[in-house]
């Protein structure tokens, strides 16, 4: 492979898939192409931005001319997908972006690799594990697509899809379309679908950076509802390893289920990074726990997601590199050492989000 684009790689989980690319493949060029919207920050990529073989295209999936002079200057020869609007309560509150960059932008970003690929048709059903890969489409995806567990059991690979949020529905729409294209015209594919990410490089409207945020200036912790709704947590440099060692590694048409058996209540959660953190800015024991604030609940709020990584883990032999310790601990010491990134990401766009969200 000579050029692989990854979209979403001014995000969170993409800026640590493009950093494990480009600093572990320097024979390939990697084509960032991102719309740097809200959520979409080149900070996060500053340390390999002079590197030779590191590409920025800005563009916004929705368009698909802006993709097709992409595609055209490159020749991609795989696409891993992150791009997309990723945070639930916005999905509640606009779900016409969800539904435009989700499932439109991801359907054109297929219908270009169905342009530019030539794909056999002879290979439908998207399984043709032993031939020879020459392209790939490799989609990031999320465990919300299983919809929302009781108290036990844990989501696999063969769960039915039960979306149900704007965001989970979009998302599983976009699993849909790529299942689809390998099924009808031979697109090679793999889908992975991992559980709530944590670490450096994390937007601060979801739950963990969003507390270590308020609490470095003691604001209010929102916990919905009563707090007792379960996540389970991961890295995210694991969740780029996982994407890059399937990529190469694994078979076409295939699905795993990424995740480190790392379940937490959120209430329970938030103690622990009170503890942490209170530890860490030397303040006394406890001192952030009159933070804590009980408020509405998210309207159909999931209950539970767990994560059965059991597959991947025998397949490929991956498991997590870090405890949910360690990696709690470099997250909380890389948002104490980036306030800077903390405070730029914060203002402008987010900003008038944030009052709107949490001060109305
Ligand atoms: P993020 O919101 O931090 O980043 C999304 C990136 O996509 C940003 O850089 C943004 O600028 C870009 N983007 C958004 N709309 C775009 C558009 N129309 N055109 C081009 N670029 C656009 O998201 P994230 O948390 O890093 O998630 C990345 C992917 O991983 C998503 O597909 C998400 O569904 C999936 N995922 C996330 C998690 C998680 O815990 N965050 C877990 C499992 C799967
Ligand atoms: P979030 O980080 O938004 O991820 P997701 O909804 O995709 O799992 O939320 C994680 C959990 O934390 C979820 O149960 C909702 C809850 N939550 C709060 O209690 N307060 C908050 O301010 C946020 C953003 C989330």
Redesign the pocket.
Known sequence: MKNIII?????????HVVREFVLQHPEITIIN?????????LENLKDIEKYPNYRFEK????DIEALRRIFEKYHPDAVI???????VDRSITDPMAFI???VN?TANLLNLCKEFWDLNPEHTHGRFPNKPRKNLFYH?????VYGSLGEDGFFVETTAYDPKSP?SAS?AASDHMVRAYGNTYGLPYIIS??????GP???PE?LIPLCLFNIIHERPLPIYGDGKYTRDWLYVID?ARAIHQIFFEAKTGKTYNIGGFNEWQNIDLIHELIRQMDAKLGRPEGYSQKLITFVKDRPGHDKRYAIDATKLNQELSWKPSVTFEEGLAKTIEWYLENQEWLNNVTSGEYQKYYEKQYHS
């Open positions: 979209t979403g790689g001014a995000g969170f989980i993409g800026s192409l991102d719309a740097l919207t809200y959520a979409g920050n563009a916004d999936i929705t997908h992150l791009a997309a609007e990723s945070h435009n960059t989700n932008g990031v995806s999320t465990d919300e965001y998302k679908n991992c559980s709530n990410n944590y490089n994390h937007f979801k969740h």
